[in-house]
């Protein structure tokens, strides 16, 4: 069974610019969710959709939005690039229906540095 | 305001023998909780999980204990390995009514296994 697969895995932006991630749940998953990794700020939740709407969000501005498809595929966009938007974007999927769906499985992440 | 804490940085213990690492927690609303290993420039790896009703969950070598009157958590490590080397990261969420919160996490324990 694949694991959370996130696209690009590595990438460069200048400020200013705006970036999209991908992430493709593991197959039957409902739920995906964003997190950021920072060394200053640790591991931080952005937000969570199922069903292609989005059910929670984490405490970001608006430049950080997502999106969820039909085939519970997720993107995130960061607007506007700053620098210290640069960090390991995660995402993670789960059954989402409680119970042992409650168990979060994470991708590799996506490395993105802002210059 | 740090919900989930870990308060020490790095666990130094001897192959073979009992890996015991701690966290503590101040929103009483959560009521599910996950270990997380990781390693640098990697996506976090599930390792256990434990829900609020229950004070203790066993998989191979990891347990889990819950102790909710002292909103404290351990996971234990019998017999750590060389392969045990790793960042380890609790974390826990509050399943509301129209879906799951986000994870909060710990900023981590850094365990290194001596041989």
């Known amino acids: 069974k694949a694991g959370v697969t996130q696209t690009p895995r590595y990438l460069i932006k200048t400020r200013g610019q705006q970036v999209t991630l991908s992430c493709s749940p593991i197959?039957?998953?409902?739920?995906v969710s964003w997190y950021q990794q920072t060394p200053g700020q640790g591991l931080q939740f952005l937000f969570e959709?199922?069903?292609?709407?989005?059910?929670n969000k984490g405490n970001f501005p608006g430049r950080f939005s997502g999106r969820q498809f039909s085939n519970s595929r997720s993107e995130m966009n960061v607007s506007t690039l700053e620098l210290g938007d640069s960090a390991l974007y995660l995402c993670?999927?789960?059954?989402?229906?409680?119970?042992?769906?409650?168990?979060?499985?994470f991708g590799e992440g996506s490395w993105l540095t802002v210059v | 305001d740090q919900q989930v804490k870990q308060n020490s940085p790095s666990l130094s213990v001897q192959e073979g023998r009992i890996s015991i690492l701690n966290c503590d927690y101040t929103?009483?609303?959560?009521?599910?909780f996950l270990w997380y290993k990781k390693y640098p420039a990697e996506g976090p790896t599930f390792l256990i999980s434990?829900?609020?009703?229950?004070d203790k969950n066993e998989d191979g070598r990891f347990t889990v204990f819950l102790n909710k009157s002292a909103k404290h958590l351990s996971l234990h490590i019998v017999p750590s390995q060389p392969g045990d080397s790793a960042v380890y990261f609790c974390?826990?969420?509050?399943?509301?009514?129209?879906?799951?919160?986000?994870?909060?996490f710990g900023k981590g324990t850094h365990l290194i296994i001596q041989p």
């Open positions: 959709y199922f069903s292609e709407t989005q059910r």
């Open positions: 974390a826990a969420r509050v399943y509301s009514g129209g879906g799951a919160d986000g994870l909060t």
């Open positions: 434990i829900s609020s009703i229950k």
């Open positions: 197959s039957g998953h409902r739920s």
């Open positions: 929103n009483s609303m959560f009521d599910y």
């Open positions: 993670a999927s789960s059954s989402g229906a409680g119970g042992s769906g409650n168990t979060i499985y």
